[in-house]
């Protein structure tokens, strides 16, 4: 049974992005941002020091202190269950493959829609793996 509010935490170093990002998810009902952090170091504290319980974290793979893919190796060691979707300006394919084999569960960018967001949360919420469709001309995966 999918819980109905899935609740999602965010990790970008520029603020700006993230506040945009937060703005655009609280619009859905079922949706819940319960945590923000500047950096992969960051997000792991807010992780650890807090009942968020989240879901989902959606994270930069450039961030200053500790990564994106860095960031999501320690997360999925230390909280298995959580699902990782990258939100990247790279749309070059080493990074996705990079990406993927660190166990991200998505791969958005940057430069896609709000809609193509929702599509990837949903889509990695029941369990696929999700790859920009701007990426189609990238080699496959």
């Known amino acids: 049974m999918i819980e109905r509010r899935y609740r999602v935490v965010l990790a970008d170093d520029h603020a700006m992005f993230r506040h945009g990002l937060k703005s655009v998810l609280v619009k859905r009902d079922d949706l819940e941002v319960v945590g923000e952090a ?7 504290t807010v ?3 807090a009942k968020l319980s989240p ?3 959606i994270l930069d ?3 200053p202190n500790l990564g994106g893919l860095e960031a999501t190796s320690k997360i999925k060691g230390i909280y298995p269950g959580m699902k990782v979707l990258i939100l990247s300006m790279h749309r070059e394919k080493e990074y996705v493959h990079k990406a993927l084999s660190v166990g991200v569960d998505g791969y958005l960018l940057k430069q ?3 809609a193509e967001l929702f ?3 949903e889509k990695i919420r029941q ?3 999700y790859i920009s469709p701007l990426l189609s001309d990238v080699d496959s995966f």
Do not use: R
């Not at 500047?38 to 792991?44: I, T, Y």
């Open 38 to 44: 500047a950096d992969g170091l960051e997000l792991l």
């Open 47 to 49: 992780l650890a020091s």
């Open 55 to 57: 879901h989902m974290a």
């Open 61 to 63: 793979i450039s961030m």
């Open 112 to 114: 896609d829609s709000s």
């Open 119 to 121: 599509s990837a949360i």
């Open 127 to 129: 369990g696929g793996v």
